[in-house]
DNA sequence: ATTATATATGAATATATGTTCATATATAAC
DNA sequence: GTTATATATGAACATATATTCATATATAAT
């Protein structure tokens, strides 16, 4: 028994040698965490709505958006908080009134690839 | 009063004209939905080990996965289950195994582009 | 100052999602 | 056939997440 708690069945296919390098080599837990978490925040129709708003109008307030996309302001607000904290989205003041636009370069080229994926599929 | 249902304050900044351009071409729900979900896919750590591991090693069985990405094999059926109906992954069965790999060319490109995005973030 | 407007946010609620546990199924070994 | 193994899956449970509602905050208009 020198296969310890690694050992969930008799199968291992590979080997003892390369599952270990395996495990050894994959990136740390914490960055595929975090890729998973960016991952997240794409995933959720609310905000792919205002992700595709802010490109096609590159700014907007958070009243103008709301209705383009057809959802309840403080919800908005509050999915705008998430992308903001994600650094997805940038914003600028103007009396009171907020405008919001995109804040990063790779948005574009992942969520392009993805709609591409999709409408492929079909 | 002309502004009916659409109107949820009245600062429209762009203007009812473009709002309601915008609200017009925008992509149909349904297409945003299913990239949302796409990404959702994405979004959970277990899932995207196994697409990492899957990436390393080209294809595995269950158990190896399950040894490789230290989750257990329950967790690792049930999420590759997601993988499989979503098309990500493919798999074949040679008696009482069956290996995994992945089943589609844009994830690379998107799983990388995130990582790239994540990696420079630092 | 008072009132109206745009946005943000906390709390409550509802819903979705992931894991575990127990067990089913399928195949292999004996 | 019986037993062991690899995988899949349903149910229960725990947790996470999104929305709504009420309200706070900030600015503008009167």
Redesign the interface.
Known sequence: MKKEE????K????GDI??NE??K???E?E???????????????T???II??LF??NE??V??L?????I??SAVSHQLRILRQS?LVKYRKEG??V?YSLD?E?IK???N???????E?K
Chains 1, 2 share one sequence.
């Open positions: 690694t050992d969930v069945c199968n291992n296919v590979i390369r599952i395996l495990r080599n994959l990136p837990d960055l595929l965490f975090d890729i998973a978490e960016f991952f997240k925040i794409f995933g959720d129709s905000r792919i709505k595709n708003a096609c109008e907007l307030c009243c103008d709301s209705v383009i996309i057809g309840s302001q650094k009171k009134t405008f990063d790779h080229q992942i969520y690839l993805a709609k591409e994926h999709i409408t599929e």
